[in-house]
């Protein structure tokens, strides 16, 4: 064991040097999967056709990032799938505070090994995938043979089925439903390890002085949480825009399009749906993306340090 250390120590690299080693893979994964794909945001500024080699492209400079707003075509579905955008992701922001309820009301349940099994099913919809998720609400929806409109019809409350998932209205409501369902027992884990980081000894305290538990949980747990929840809230607001595709790529349908479309579905359908011309302009249109939520994030970072002191970056 002694030779061992000893030989770790006659390599001569500093603890700096041997951190930074450890950290390598991780920057190395970040370079490959984030920053060098930005080496294709040069097909916004060309006439690129597929098939066709980019330095045979006619080189069109900024036209596809002025079609953007010359257009009133473009302009109104650039409008329509932000404000899709914006209305989910502050459904999502004002939601936020769910994970940290249900941490606070978890970690008071005495009995371990209930808590562990609540704990478990509320984690593991995190791990299933968008494409299953429908599936279970296709079950659970659908017009014929779904499990809510069969007990509606037996109930005699309806004559026939709803279409739940064809139906575009409270689109907005059933997507933010849908990922508080699958997001909530995943997003409450960091509230848990934050919890187990106060000081039991003001719990302590606060009995003595005849304190209840919902005393200690407003009193004691909501101010140690509080810390964690806003710099999550600061990230959030900071990906305003970054609300993913996975899910309303898989509730998208003909009747709810134009209010499930939010801007990351809408880059992905440029992209693979418009033809030749998708291509460019799904990339100028996520360049302005990328740029916006760049933008966020330091307003954002600005915010935190205008309110709490503490920068968020």
């Known amino acids: 064991m002694e030779n061992g250390l000893k030989k770790k120590n006659e390599w001569g690299i500093p603890a700096k040097y041997r951190l930074f080693l450890m950290l390598l893979p991780f920057l190395v994964l970040v370079t490959l999967f984030a920053y060098l794909p930005l080496y294709g945001w040069r097909y916004a500024f060309f006439n690129y056709r597929p098939g066709i080699p980019l330095k045979m492209s006619d080189f069109v400079g900024l036209d596809w990032f002025k079609s953007i707003v010359a257009l009133p075509a473009r302009r109104a579905e650039i409008l329509r799938v932000m404000r899709n955008t914006l209305a989910m992701s502050g459904l999502g922001i004002a939601t936020s505070w769910l994970p940290m309820v249900f941490a606070m009301f978890l ?31 296709f079950v659970l929806f659908s017009v014929d043979a779904g499990l809510v409109n069969r007990l509606l019809m037996n109930l005699g409350i309806v004559d026939r089925g709803i279409n739940f998932l064809l139906s575009p209205n409270h689109i907005w409501l059933k997507m933010t439903g849908w990922g508080i369902w699958k997001g909530l027992g995943w997003g409450a884990i960091i509230y848990i390890a934050a919890i187990s980081g106060i000081d039991q000894e003001l719990y302590e305290a606060a009995r003595v002085d005849g304190a209840g538990r919902f005393r200690q949980m407003w009193n004691i747990t909501v101010p140690g949480l509080l810390p964690t929840y806003f710099v999550l809230l600061m990230l959030s607001i900071a990906g305003l825009i970054n609300n993913g595709m996975d899910q309303y790529l898989v509730f998208k349908n003909a009747m709810n399009k134009d209010t499930i479309e939010v801007l990351d579905l809408y880059v992905y359908n440029l992209g693979f749906g418009q033809g030749t011309t998708g291509i460019p302009f799904a990339t100028a249109v996520s360049m302005l993306k990328s740029i916006i939520s760049l933008a966020l994030l330091f307003a954002a970072n600005g915010l935190s340090k205008l309110v709490r002191g503490e920068s968020v970056v």
């Open 107 to 137: 970690s008071e349940i005495k009995s371990a090994r209930y808590k562990k099994l609540v704990q478990t099913f509320t984690t593991i919809p995190n791990f299933i995938s968008w494409v299953l998720v429908y599936s279970f609400a």
